[in-house]
């Protein structure tokens, strides 16, 4: 009984997996006037081809570097991104950064998972060193949540709750470097327990400048749509450069993945990195940074990331904010590894491009389908894995046809599905009212289950409701008649 069971699982699982990756190959498909089109640098920050902005900005004479790390996720299928944390946190400490401005946020429950085959230790690539050793542990568990996060941005010690109490008590002399790591999903951020929104965070970010609390900032995002976090929201007069793994309308990839070449050790279930990450952290890793500029960093980012003739899997690496300060070299946020002053940021880059990668949403099912694959036949693990496995599986068909079916109510069939899936133009936010948009999030999740880390990819189709007009008492009627006689997943 068991062994057919297991055998319709496969079956479906195979058929299910295969559609979902033809779908996305086929969404990936754009014409020449979808393509974000941004300046590498504006040509007011030169003058007759030679940079005019960074010279004088290039002294950390005064000051002190400051770095936020946080990652979004918990649970071991997430594995990659508190690895990325920790890789992260390695690199400044190699930098010269002092630990006490170095800010971690991570859930702390991979290092010692059950499910870890290392146990205590983290890797961030195949042959990696282990980058948990020495990591603090400032926040983790449930203190992984958007308040706190702000409060550390801002440097407001009584808003904080749990924790080291350790936040940017920066001044205007001072650097501050934000790395963040998780599922994402258009103008939302995953944090264990909810998501934060795209508006609230570049609302702190002003408000940060505004107190005079540092002179400049850099901020890496990983995270599927996570151009839409920064795209028409970050202004470019506040000092604070950003890139993103995506465009705003674009998953981004996870890497070193159980079937990739190069792979994980066969230990191993889960990812180990993401894409975007690792190509920015193993640049840091190979190049003396007092050399190498923010802009040089996001050229080799983004070719490493891209999708390509040859490696059909990748993203569009964005740039955000005020683009004249990546003119300016990446050690003044990072500090940089003794052990590479003789190289230099034009050596030729030996960083590996991957064999495949696993697009964020699917990386989860490819871990429950490892489990499935290794447990013994008839063994209560397998049974286990499959349960698992399928329950995920019906968790997004539930998602999926529940935001159809809202359209289709609030529209109609034709109208209603281009309605859900239209994009903005670029430089144009996610949606005009965010108070709206966190209306329909909080009550489709009422009426229809908590859209969980997947579901996030729907949130561009709420915000077109708010975009379209659609009232709190219309969502929720027809969000009740397309949920409600529904098990909520």
């Not at 934000?178 to 934060?196: A, E, N, Q, R, W």
């Not at 003396?288 to 899997?313: I, M």
């Amino acid at each position: 009984m068991a062994a057919s069971f297991a055998a319709a699982g496969s079956l479906l699982f195979l058929f299910l997996l295969a559609v979902m990756v033809l779908s996305a190959a086929g969404s990936r498909e754009i014409s020449g006037t979808d393509v974000i089109k941004m300046p590498s640098i504006p040509s007011r920050f030169f003058r007759s081809g030679v940079p005019v902005s960074a010279a004088d900005e290039d002294d950390d004479s005064v000051g002190t570097r400051w770095a936020i790390l946080i990652a979004g996720s918990n649970e071991f299928w997430n594995y990659r991104h508190q690895s990325d944390v920790c890789h992260a946190y390695q690199i400044m400490k190699k930098g010269g950064l002092k630990e006490e401005n170095i800010i971690v946020f991570m859930y702390d429950d991979i290092a010692f998972n059950e499910d870890n085959p290392r146990k205590g230790t983290i890797i961030n690539s195949p042959q990696g060193e282990d980058v948990y050793k020495g990591v603090p542990k400032d926040y983790t568990g449930d203190e992984v949540n958007a308040d706190n996060f702000y409060a550390v941005i801002l440097g407001n010690k009584t808003a904080i709750k749990g924790g080291s109490g350790k936040v940017v008590d920066s001044g205007p002399n001072d650097r501050i470097f934000i790395f963040y790591t998780d599922h994402g999903g258009p103008g939302v951020l995953g944090m264990p327990g909810g998501v934060l929104f795209a508006d609230d965070l570049v609302g702190v970010l002003k408000k940060k400048h505004a107190l005079g609390g540092f002179k400049s900032m850099v901020f890496y995002v990983e995270a599927c749509d996570s151009g839409s976090i920064f795209d028409g929201l970050l202004p470019n007069n506040i000092n604070i450069y950003a890139t993103t793994a995506s465009r705003p309308n674009e998953d981004s990839w996870a890497t070193y993945c159980p079937g990739e070449e190069p792979g994980p050790p066969l230990e191993y279930d889960t990812c180990l990195g993401d894409l975007y990450s690792v190509s920015w952290m193993e640049d840091c890793d190979a190049h003396n940074l007092r050399k190498e500029t923010l802009h040089h960093q996001y050229e080799v980012v983004k070719k490493r990331t891209a999708e390509s003739e040859n490696n059909p899997f990748g993203s569009h690496v964005m740039q955000y904010g005020d683009l004249a300060l990546s003119l300016q070299h990446v050690y003044l946020y990072m500090g940089t590894n003794p052990k590479n002053d003789n190289k230099t940021s034009t050596d030729q880059n030996s960083l590996m491009l991957p064999s495949k990668a696993f697009n964020q949403h699917e990386a989860d099912l490819l871990y429950f389908w490892q489990k499935f694959l290794k447990a013994p036949e008839g063994s209560p693990q397998k049974v286990e894995a499959q349960k698992r496995l399928l329950k995920a599986m019906s968790h997004r068909m539930h998602m999926d046809k529940s935001i159809d079916a809202i359209g289709k109510l609030l529209f109609g069939i034709k109208k209603g599905p281009e309605v859900l899936k239209a994009v903005r133009s670029n430089g144009k936010p996610l949606v005009d009212d965010w108070n709206c948009l966190k209306n329909m999030v909080r009550t489709f999740e009422t009426h229809c289950g908590s859209l969980s880390r997947y579901g996030m990819k729907h949130v561009r189709s709420l915000a077109n409701l708010c975009n379209a007009g659609i009232q709190g008492e219309e969502m929720a009627k027809a969000a009740a008649q397309a949920c409600d006689s529904r098990d909520l997943m």
